[in-house]
């Protein structure tokens, strides 16, 4: 924590923040609307998983964010607001115009405009706004977002606090405001005591319809060789039983160590948490800058290096992969390309190699145009071909038709935005949800017309992996 030196510094310190308080707590009577007051400080050096077990007081309104290149970690506690995509024609216009209202009229108290802190928008929408919501996944519906009461924003070695209150025009709340900051000294203490998250007993895990997914997988087949589509991309589910309610960290605790090189991430609401961590960024935005991903294509990792380059060029030379990538490449060129000054994306694919699987990766570098917002690149791009299939509208009336299942936020876009325009997007694979003492895990492929079932079967059981290895599961080549 920066210490200024003094008790009359910090006593300048807190005035400028009571006035801070006065001025948010005048524009909402003015307004007569809630105002949201934002506060930024440096803190000193928090581990992000110890600052999410330690705000076990706020179990089912806590997040966090890391995302695959170790630049930024976020954790949210606590839900000063909470916004809802029910808006199934433009769900992501929606949310933004509900946040620009927020940060247009809020009152914000940093240093400077660090990327990531002060007032933040995190959650995901749901993969489908018209298939009809499953029932594990009602409490977020076709898209839940949380600004946080309490987060912490962790951009390499330096740590911020933000701490987020929503004053109303008539309520009488400063005994609230003032509790915040002895919150805060409590969250930042418990984020010190080493804690070990319990991890509850496997009971089993089965498959969901697995002859019948292959079925599906063989009726689009058929319907792609008669011309019908391009591509199809299909998912299935299978449930994990424990002998107890399955909590979030241990789960997070054993992504964080096992996928280093994915984006992490979990998110709670209520009595559920999705949880994953997912290779594929759907699209970033620093400033102007944009950068997005093609992955599509994929295969095993070797058990020796030699086994490892054999493989990877396998998938490299492979006709089916490089056809199913090439047209999340086209597709993610085509959605970026109106909305952005430059785009530069390479001519052929390279590997990203994670712990269980290669896929072909191509990354997609751009300048976005004036006033185009992060929001509106992730309405654009969602859903790509390696998620969806091509064309989009044929191939996501085929998904309703053969999964007979909701993907909820699976393969839905997850991830940030923050007051100043800058965030970024992740697709939510390898990921599943949390809920009471079960866990639903998802896993897909891309089908084309040559796909066989059985192949396709062991790709998805291939992607199960990271997420069944995160619950405490024994996983068998």
């Not at 970026?336 to 530069?344: D, G, K, Q, R, V």
């Amino acid at each position: 924590m920066i210490l200024f030196g003094g008790i009359q510094l910090v006593t300048i310190h807190k005035t400028k923040i009571e006035k801070a308080y006065d001025t948010a707590k005048m524009k909402a009577k003015q307004i007569h609307h809630p105002v949201l007051l934002s506060i930024v400080e440096e803190v000193d050096a928090v581990d992000p998983l110890s600052f999410y077990y330690g705000g076990s007081s706020f179990i089912g309104e806590r997040f966090l964010w890391k995302d695959r290149d170790h630049t930024i970690s976020l954790v949210g506690l606590g839900a000063a607001h909470i916004m809802s995509a029910n808006d199934i024609n433009d769900r992501f216009f929606t949310v933004e115009k509900e946040w620009k209202r927020l940060i247009e009229e809020s009152v914000i108290v940093t240093g400077e405009e660090w990327t990531g802190t002060g007032p933040l928008l995190f959650g995901g929408f749901s993969f489908d706004p018209l298939n009809d919501i499953g029932e594990e996944w009602e409490q977020f519906s076709n898209g839940t977002f949380q600004l946080p009461m309490f987060m912490l924003t962790k951009p390499g070695k330096t740590n911020y606090l933000t701490m987020n209150f929503i004053c109303h025009p008539e309520e009488s709340e400063e005994s609230l405001f003032h509790d915040l900051f002895r919150i805060k000294e409590e969250l930042l203490q418990n984020a010190g005591m080493p804690i070990i998250p319990e991890q509850p007993r496997w009971l089993q895990n089965k498959d969901m319809k697995p002859q019948e997914w292959k079925d599906s997988v063989q009726n689009v087949v058929n319907r792609l060789k008669q011309g019908e589509m391009d591509k199809v991309v299909l998912a299935r589910k299978c449930e994990v039983a424990f002998d107890t309610k399955v909590s979030s960290d241990f789960v997070l605790d054993n992504l964080w160590k096992q996928q280093p090189d994915s984006f992490v991430f979990s998110f709670e609401r209520e009595e559920s948490c999705f949880i994953g961590a997912t290779p594929e960024r759907l699209v970033k935005k620093t400033g102007d800058g944009v950068l997005s991903t093609c992955l599509a294509g994929s295969i095993a990792r070797g058990d020796t290096l030699e086994n490892d380059e054999k493989l990877g060029t396998e998938l490299l030379e492979d006709e089916k992969n490089r056809y199913e990538h090439q047209l999340v490449v086209e597709s993610i060129h085509e959605a970026l390309a109106p909305y952005c000054e430059s785009l530069t994306i390479p001519s052929s694919p390279q590997l990203m190699k994670l712990k269980d699987i290669q896929h072909l990766y191509t990354p997609v570098t751009g300048q976005a145009c004036k006033h185009t917002s992060l929001l509106e690149l992730v309405g654009k791009l969602h859903p790509t071909p390696a998620l969806g299939g091509v064309p989009r509208d044929k191939a996501l009336h085929v998904i309703r038709e053969e999964e007979e299942m909701d993907r909820g936020l699976y393969a839905g876009p997850v991830g940030w935005v923050d007051a100043y325009g800058n965030g970024e997007y992740a697709v939510a694979l390898r990921s599943g949800l949390l809920q009471g003492d079960k866990a639903y895990l998802y896993a897909g492929c891309g089908i084309v017309a040559d796909s066989e079932p059985e192949s396709e079967f062991k790709e998805t059981q291939m992607k199960f992996r990271p997420m069944l290895r995160a619950l405490g599961g024994k996983v068998h080549d």
